[in-house]
């Protein structure tokens, strides 16, 4: 596997990292205040089966479209797991990583406040742990989760192989049809946030911070353990990586 690389500070002011973090901080506050707005819509349908199928919908449509949007800009990554798991992967420094997942929490921040003036202070949906769930149990779910995102990922973007396989934009395509699955099978335990920029904003901006580290630690273990099973398992001498857009 590629060596971790930590970058420098002169990088900040490169030309390509700039666009980068601009980047992801407008796709976040794009992709947050859109899936925030459409969980807010969905929770006011009775059917709460018909809700959760309405969110999940929205959001594997907008990571599809805002990652196939973003690709050639900084990625797309719309999630501090997925920027960790490419630093993992060699394909950014840590340096521009951080930059990346600070642009992403305030691009989440921004996206969250914003709606909170925009509905008159109703408080924005956090994700919380089902009943019966506890915060082990959520943290490994989260996990689990946020592995199953990187890993397709690493094999349909990451991976020359599988992006030269597929027809263009089919990896953001199946990372959004995968968001989309995983929000359906973890609403009845963690509500699957699989990104931690996700669920800070929504926490930020309604002041419940209840089991938040959950969503911190499932996805930031999970993500990077995907990279690092897909290339000891499926990448012969530790394989290649397609390079993401940077200068």
């Known amino acids: ?3 971790l690389e930590l970058g420098h500070r002169g990088e900040a002011w490169e030309p390509g990292c700039l666009r980068g973090v601009i ?21 006011k349908a009775t059917d709460s089966s018909s809700a959760l199928t309405a969110a999940a919908m929205a959001q594997a449509l907008v990571v599809s479209v805002l990652a196939t949007s973003g690709f050639h800009i900084s990625g797309a990554h719309l999630n501090p ?13 840590l340096f521009r990583a951080a930059l990346y997942a600070l642009a992403q929490l305030l691009g989440s921040s921004l996206a969250c ?7 008159g202070g109703a408080a924005t949906p956090v994700h919380a742990l089902a009943a019966g769930v506890g915060p082990v149990q959520g943290a490994v779910a989260e996990a689990v989760f946020t592995f199953a995102l990187l890993l397709v990922i ?17 990896g953001p395509l199946l990372t959004g049809l995968l968001v ?5 099978a973890g609403g009845a335990l963690t509500g699957a ?13 309604s002041g419940v911070w209840a089991h938040h580290w959950v969503y911190w630690v499932g996805p930031l273990v999970g993500g990077p ?13 530790g394989g290649t990586h397609q390079p993401l857009p940077q200068e």
């Open 1 to 3: 596997m590629t060596k």
């Open 23 to 43: 980047g992801e901080l407008v796709f976040t506050f794009l992709f947050v205040f859109i899936g925030v707005a459409s969980v807010m819509t969905a929770g």
């Open 81 to 93: 797991a997925v920027t960790l798991a490419v630093a993992v992967a060699g394909q950014i420094t």
């Open 113 to 119: 406040l914003l709606l909170r003036c925009l509905t």
């Open 154 to 170: 690493r094999a349909t973007i990451l991976d020359p192989r599988g992006a030269a396989a597929a027809p263009p934009g089919c």
């Open 180 to 184: 989309g699955a995983n929000t359906v």
């Open 193 to 205: 946030s699989m990104n931690p920029a996700r669920s800070f904003g929504p926490a930020l901006a």
């Open 225 to 237: 353990l995907a990279v690092v099973v897909y290339d000891l398992l499926f990448v012969e001498g």
